[in-house]
Structures are given as structure tokens and as C-alpha cells.
């Protein structure tokens, strides 16, 4: 029964890092549609979505299964918790990468505003924390999805800067004002892809330490 639930966990562990693996992807090519006005790519990070709905309810399933007939503890419980926590943020991420490709889909049907430099900075700043996020959660690394955490702060400068240029488009000239909103639509939603890789890593020093560190962590009541 033990080496049974074993290879459950890492059969769960394997569904996981595949979900993580096709929002990887689809932040990629949302992405890709945006830097090179591709609607058609754009159109498939659309449709795609689905695939990582039903992968979000297969890992649902298994923790669900998992908790049920194994009634697990300690470590194993804190795995699972963090599994059943880790997946919807990750689903998340793939509602972003369908956000971005409308926005993405949008902004081609209009001339260029402006090259675009720092967005994609951002872009590839979230999608290189959450391949690390990913890692870290797979060696319960503790250390490693502290440094994770850090490098949001990075992501969240170049939204205040993109934020800054974009509103100075709007106010020298309000012919820019539809183009530079969905441009800002777009930062925001690559800034809010690093703010969920962010949660993945407090729930992964959970799952390594057994501490809750978001919100501050727990302090006793006065």
C-alpha cells in the first residue's frame, strides 16, 4: 500500500509539472502573437485553454482520490494541501495567456503604438520564475522559491515604468488612448503572472518547511 502511494505521488507530481509545462507554453506563444502581431498564434493560446481546464480537474481529482482513501499525514498531507492550492494558480496564469492573446488580437488591428521593449522584459522575467517555480516545487526547495519571490520586485518596477510611458502616449496625444490601455491591459497581466508564480513559491516553502509565509505569516493574537 505504501509503494502504491508512492508512485500516486509522483504520478501527481508528473500532472503537475504538465500543467505547468502547457501554461509555460501558452504564456510563450501569447507572448509570441504580441511581439509579432500574430493573430492566428494568438487565436490558438485561445483555444488551447481548454486542454489546461481539464488538466486542472484531473490533478483536482487525484488530490481529492488521495486524500480521501490514504488519509494522509504530515508531510504527505502538507503535499497534497499544496498541490489542491498550487494548481488553481497555475490555471490562473493560463486565463492570463488568454487575456494577453485577446488584448494581443486587439491591438493588430490597429498600427503599432510603440516597440515594444519592456513588456516583453516582464514576460520573460514571469515565465523564467515560474520555470524555476516549477523546479523548486519538484525538489521541495524552500531556499530557491525564496529567491523566486524576489525577483517579482524586478517585474513589478518595469510596470510602474511601462505604466509611466504609456500615460504620457495618452496625455501628448488621445488618438493613442485605446492602443496604450491594452498595452497597459497587457503589463498588468504578465505582472499578475508573476504575482501567482509568487503564491506557488509561499505554498512550496509551506510544503518544504511546514512555515505559512504569505500575508506576513502567522503571529500570534494579543
Known amino acids: 500500500m505504501e509503494r502504491h502511494f508512492e508512485k500516486d505521488l509522483d504520478t501527481l507530481t508528473e ?4 500543467l505547468g ?3 509555460e507554453e501558452a504564456i510563450e506563444r ?5 511581439v509579432e502581431r500574430d493573430s492566428e498564434m494568438a487565436a490558438r493560446v485561445i483555444a488551447g485553454d481548454e486542454a489546461l481546464d481539464q488538466q486542472e480537474l484531473v490533478i483536482d481529482q487525484l488530490c481529492i482520490d488521495l486524500i480521501g482513501l490514504q488519509q494522509p499525514m504530515a508531510s504527505d498531507l502538507r503535499f ?8 488553481p494558480e497555475i490555471e490562473r496564469m493560463g486565463d492570463l495567456a488568454v487575456n494577453i492573446a485577446e488584448r494581443s488580437i486587439e491591438l493588430n488591428r490597429e498600427p503599432l503604438l510603440k516597440p515594444l521593449i519592456d513588456i516583453p522584459r516582464m514576460a520573460r522575467i514571469a515565465v523564467g520564475m515560474l520555470r524555476d517555480a516549477l523546479q523548486a516545487f519538484l ?11 524576489r525577483r517579482d520586485d524586478e517585474v513589478d518596477r518595469l510596470m ?4 509611466r510611458e504609456l500615460l504620457s502616449f495618452m496625455m501628448e496625444d488621445p488618438a493613442t488612448i485605446t492602443r496604450a490601455l491594452r498595452l497597459t491591459f497587457v503589463a498588468k497581466y504578465f505582472e499578475r503572472v508573476a504575482d501567482h508564480v509568487t503564491n506557488i513559491c509561499e505554498m512550496v516553502v509551506f510544503m518544504a518547511e511546514g512555515r505559512i509565509i504569505r500575508h506576513g505569516g502567522i503571529h500570534p493574537v494579543s
Request: proline residues 0%; negative net charge.
Open 139 to 149: 525538489h521541495q526547495d524552500a531556499e530557491a522559491a525564496n529567491a523566486i519571490i
Open 21 to 23: 509545462s502547457m501554461c
Open 80 to 87: 497534497l494541501t499544496t498541490a489542491l492550492k498550487i494548481t
Open 30 to 34: 501569447a507572448l509570441q502573437a504580441l
Open 160 to 163: 510602474e515604468q511601462v505604466f
Open 15 to 18: 500532472e503537475i509539472l504538465r
